[in-house]
């Protein structure tokens, strides 16, 4: 994030030029004359000042005499002509460049990431990546359902409970959410699952001085910090189920009373839960009481996992391998196979898997060449194993986990009997009964 | 076209590509609100902000215009 000073008389362009610098994630501050202008910099330090080069009382760059001498801000002149480039090149030295009139946000966002793009070849192409609400990344017709939703629901005050996969952006879609509300507060996260039964009451409504061994100051609970913004619990359903009543009572009252304390305090916040639990699992799980449900989910999303999503894999490859080359100073390109064998796999740890692989494979390659060198296997051992251990979760029976694994095997060898009942190590007799008994097989194929 | 006259025409220039700047602008605020990343509330009013400026700048090209005509008293030819 960026600290910007924009310079300029006409108060529309402010308004309008801050709205996009701000959804572009930076902190900016405005001035319409020299003086104001002067005022900021003598009690602010910016990375960045945008400056109109003719204000009413005198031009813009009059203001650079006010910055000190080795002042790290770089400076970039709005211009109603191009011929003030020269100018500006013999004035002022490389920290200075120009903008000229009418400006997009394409120029403002390049010339604020000036020092990034510095650091990468000037001759390679900057691939234009659109982020919806400032975060998501994807086109695909479910993503876009998403964002209707997502849309919808930032207008209302409404809690969100989101529900998705491990890896599929949970979080990411809650700060999309936050930045789509527009609320004055800010995006506060913590992870419900991170705590133990003697913090998350502290960590979720503050504590005051005293209340327990080791609390030497008082401390604001992440309601109270997420004041008229919005408040992210992640891991919902690791909440221990004890604490949940005070959770609830937060929810309804709105007021908090901290850890060891006994005032009331007001909070206002919109809370966005998440879980990797579908629906049917918290029902039956009871890991969340369903009161506390109905609280937390009054609008349920569901993320969309990465391989219902197929087309968003390129993009978002190419989305990662461009920020790793940002980053890294290389300029690694994919090419067209191997996106295509990334969009083959299904990635059942979703979009944090894809990521991580990316940056496996960059790790991997010669930072000189700009061929990615992609490793042998794409399968993750550890979601395998993820997949494997839901079905030998403790409470259920052996049938149920024996007709699992004879449908595994079956969809493994496309539907031959004969070789799943080698794998399975029972004959081809045997499984025809099981399947029969399964009501999975007509007298046809007997 | 004298000195004086190029000068004046810069100035009018100038004024016209005030309303050219916040029309692009505008529009970019639209098209952020097509992609859900503001209200659409503010793209209806960048909307009407583009017909306002629309209307200026036609009337600064149709000022330049006049002042540049031959029996113009701003012309000084």
Known sequence: ?446 | MNEQQFEQLQVDVHDARRPLNRITMQAELIKMALNGDVTLEKAMIALDKIITECKSCSESLSQIVARNRPDSQDNPE
């Open chain 1, 1 to 446: 994030m960026l600290t910007v000073l924009l310079v300029d008389d006409d108060t529309e362009f402010l308004d309008v030029a801050c709205t996009i610098i701000e959804f572009l994630g930076h902190e900016v501050l405005t001035a319409t004359n020299l003086e104001e202008a002067r005022d900021w910099v003598k009690k602010e330090t910016f990375d960045h000042i945008l400056l109109d080069f003719m204000l009413p009382d005198g031009s813009g760059l009059h203001l650079l005499e006010s910055l000190p001498e080795k002042s790290p801000t770089h400076v970039t002149l709005i211009t109603g002509h191009p011929s003030v480039r020269g100018i500006i090149k013999d004035l002022c030295g490389p920290k200075v460049d120009y903008l000229v009139k009418p400006i997009q946000r394409e120029d403002i966002e390049q010339v604020l990431s000036r020092k990034s793009s510095a650091r990468s070849s000037p001759n390679a192409k900057k691939p234009a990546f659109t982020k919806h609400f400032g975060h998501l990344i994807g086109e695909s017709a479910c993503m876009h359902e998403l964002y209707k939703l997502i849309g919808r629901v930032s207008k209302t005050q409404a809690n969100v409970m989101l529900l998705g996969e491990s890896g599929a952006g949970k979080e990411v879609v809650a700060a999309a959410i936050h930045q789509a509300s527009e609320s004055e507060g800010p995006y506060v996260a913590t992870n419900c699952g991170a705590f133990s039964k003697e913090l998350i009451g502290s960590e979720l409504f503050g504590h005051e001085k005293g209340a327990f061994t080791g609390a030497v100051g008082k401390k604001a609970g992440v309601f109270e910090q997420a004041e008229n913004g919005t408040l992210f619990l992640d891991e919902i359903t690791e909440m221990p189920i004890d604490m949940q009543p005070n959770l609830l009572r937060v929810l309804e009252n709105k007021v908090v009373i901290r850890v060891g304390g006994t005032k009331t305090i007001p909070v206002n916040c919109r809370v966005v839960s998440a879980t990797n639990r579908s629906m049917e699992e918290i029902a039956q799980s009871k890991v969340l009481r369903e009161d506390i449900y109905f609280r937390l989910a009054v609008f349920p999303i569901t993320i969309p996992p990465l391989r219902e999503r197929k087309d968003d894999i390129p993009m978002l490859a190419e989305y990662f391998i461009h920020q790793l080359n940002e980053e890294n100073g290389t300029q690694y390109q994919w090419q067209s196979s191997q996106l295509e064998q990334l969009s083959a796999y299904d990635w059942p740890g979703n979009i944090r898997e894809l990521r991580h692989f990316v940056h496996r494979a960059a790790i991997m390659s010669d930072p000189q060449s700009s061929t990615l060198d992609l490793p042998k296997t794409i399968e993750s051992p550890f979601a395998k194993k993820q997949n494997l251990s839901s079905g030998l979760k403790a409470g259920r029976t052996i049938e149920e986990v024996e007709k699992e694994l004879i449908y595994a095997t079956l969809e493994k060898v496309d539907g031959n009997k004969t070789t799943a009942a080698e794998m399975l190590g029972i004959s081809t007799k045997t499984l025809y009964n099981r399947l029969h008994a399964y009501g999975d097989l007509s007298a046809s194929d007997k």
